[in-house]
């Protein structure tokens, strides 16, 4: 199938590793130009590298998200380099798992008012595409309470609150805006991939609460991104896409 994003221009947030950089594969794979940003310098300079060598369009900034002057700058300047917006993908989370006032800043600053930042700035630009498309990155967290659920759960809960709203408020203006919310994710670097030598009591029993036997991959969290942000999906809008292998045990209704 033909998602139809060949042209499109799109920005992610975090696109260096994990989810994000999946994402980047995918939306360059389908013929999209992409502006990522990530924290590390050296890391996006690589990843760009990386990217460039293999034919796909892409840019890369290093920026912190916490910082809201530097965020909005950043999406600024990318619409900017790249003649328009077509699909937004909030990707960054502090991953500020606890109780304390540290933790609930950090998820708040991070997970949900770089949210609120990239895509407020980016609305104009998204105003003029003909397929705009607004997608947050939540978390099965958001749904169920588990071990994250201080801080880090309730941030994930708020972007599907803020996006869904977003959702029926564009909706007239032909701006889609829908989350994704995935189980435990794997890759090299990761969370679950330092929880797995760190915490090896932690990670067994994450691992053992998934019915399919494993962690899911950025690549099947990038799949469902990508195809939320083509243009075949174009009357789904105000939706939580749960991708977790089964591992949430609540009903979406």
Same mark, same amino acid.
């Given at each position: ?8 221009? +799109? ?43 293999? !034919? +796909?369009?892409?840019? !890369? ?91 880090? !759960? ?69 799949? +469902? ?29």
């Amino acid at each position: 199938m033909d998602l139809r994003l060949a042209g499109r221009k +799109a920005l992610v947030t975090g696109g260096t590793k994990g989810i994000g950089r999946a994402v980047v594969a995918a939306l360059t794979g389908e013929g999209a130009a992409v502006a990522f940003c990530a924290r590390t310098e050296s890391e996006v300079r690589a990843t760009e590298k990386e990217f460039r060598d293999a !034919g +796909a369009t892409v840019s !890369g900034d290093a920026v912190d998200v916490a910082d809201g002057e530097a965020l909005t700058s950043w999406v600024e300047r990318a619409a900017a380099d790249l003649g328009g917006l077509d699909i937004v993908v909030a990707n960054v989370s502090a991953l500020s798992i606890g109780p304390t006032e540290e933790n609930w800043r950090a998820s708040f600053e991070v997970d949900l008012m770089h949210t609120v930042r990239v895509v407020e700035t980016a609305l104009p630009y998204l105003e003029r595409s003909e397929a705009a498309s607004i997608i947050a990155i939540s978390s099965v967290s958001g749904r169920e309470i588990d071990f994250a659920a201080p801080a880090y !759960g309730t941030m994930k809960a708020a972007v599907v609150h803020y996006i869904q709203g977003l959702a029926l408020q564009l909706a007239p203006k032909g701006i889609r805006a829908n989350t994704v919310s995935p189980g435990n994710t794997y890759f090299e670097g990761g969370i679950w991939h330092s929880t797995e030598s760190g915490n090896p009591e932690l990670f067994n029993t994450a691992l053992g609460l998934n019915p399919m036997g494993r962690m899911g991959t950025p690549e099947e969290i990038a799949y +469902a991104v990508t195809m939320l942000a083509s243009s075949q999906a174009s009357f789904i809008t105000g939706t939580n896409l749960v991708v977790d292998g089964a591992l949430s045990r609540g009903v979406q209704l």
